[in-house]
């Protein structure tokens, strides 16, 4: 019996291990190369082993558990609450959903 695979376990294992501490308005992109995913309605930014924020969208972007590009209009270097992300096949390029950002709940290890 290997490791579950499913969404929910995976979703599970990013956040094992980490405390959630409050929420924040906005999250600087500028020096990080995080890795993005998603489950159901929340957008999952691994900036590190030690930190991951979680953040619950309006839903729309669950295109991004499936390998969809999410396109966002950032101002300055940071993802805020209430901005507006597209998800994006990749080719063509054709639009698959949007979504709304809400708090950035970052989970950290202690």
């Known amino acids: 019996a290997g490791r579950d695979s499913s969404p929910a376990a995976a979703y599970q ?5 980490k405390t959630a501490e409050k929420p924040v308005d906005c999250i600087d992109t500028r020096f990080n190369r995080a890795s993005l995913s998603a489950y159901r309605d929340k957008l999952i930014y691994r900036v590190s082993n030690k930190l991951v924020y979680v953040n619950q969208t309006t839903g729309g972007c669950q295109g991004v558990a499936r390998g969809d590009a999410l396109v966002t209009r950032q ?6 609450r209430g901005d507006i992300a597209q998800t994006v096949s990749l080719p063509p ?10 708090d950035f709940t970052p989970y950290r290890a202690r």
Do not use: M, V, Y
């Open 13 to 17: 294992r990013l956040i094992d291990g």
């Open 75 to 80: 101002f300055q270097t940071r993802l805020c």
């Open 93 to 102: 390029g054709i639009p698959t959903g949007s979504c709304a950002l809400g």
